[in-house]
């Protein structure tokens, strides 16, 4: 395993993470905000900006980052949802049911997959059941009619649970292959919230209409330096151990 150098002022190390800025994006959606410029990052991603919930201290965009990039899953995808889901939960203590289920009720129980990992979730019978249907939605209408919504919904549940855990050594070997320490998770993302609150902030400030570059993580620190408006930003955020 490569260790890759901590991270000074001007200096090029650590993990570097491609992002996009844009005041108004052109995908169907056109929210402000930032996009991982990464593989699998999907048509339904949308631009995220530092807005963090009642129930966990870092925004979608951090998510997107320390559970799932880092972590080596992609960004779209159940099996790989399941896996950043269940780090996320490790790492703030949250309950990822709620999350499980916001995805359940409104892709899988009615049957409007994603990607074709929905077979991963679910046991072996049921997914023959639905194959065997003329169409996705038909086969899970029938497992509804079959078995009502609340088994269903804790099959899904159960599912997303145990891939997730199951994935867990994924998890942690991904991190050390970039070199940086798995236990540090939690103080790594709570120092790229504070530095994506000061660079959405500059952003607004100085007007960006678009803006391109890249966030960095080490162990010691996260920076950020993008190009935008004919100018360069730079910042820096150490981790609070």
Known sequence: MTRERGMQDGDEGGVAIPAHYAESWADGFGVRGWKLDLPGRGTDVIAATPFAGERIPTSVFVHDIVDHHLCGFALSGYRDEAG?????????????????VQIIDEDLMPGAFESDDWR??????????????????????????????????????????????????????????????????????????RLFERVDASVLEQGWIQAEGEFRVATDAVGFRFEGGGAELVERVEMMR
């Open 120 to 193: 991963e979730l679910l046991p072996a019978s049921l997914v023959a059941t639905v194959e065997a249907a003329a169409d996705t939605r038909s086969g899970m209408a029938q497992l509804r009619q079959q078995w009502g919504d609340g088994v269903l919904r804790a099959l899904w549940i159960a599912g997303f649970v145990e891939t997730g855990w199951r994935l867990a050594d994924a998890a942690r070997a991904g991190w050390e292959r970039h070199g940086l320490e798995y236990a540090a998770r939690g103080a790594t993302a709570l120092a790229l919230q």
């Open 84 to 100: 950043a889901l269940i780090q996320l939960a490790q790492r703030t203590g949250s309950d990822p049911v709620p999350d499980f």
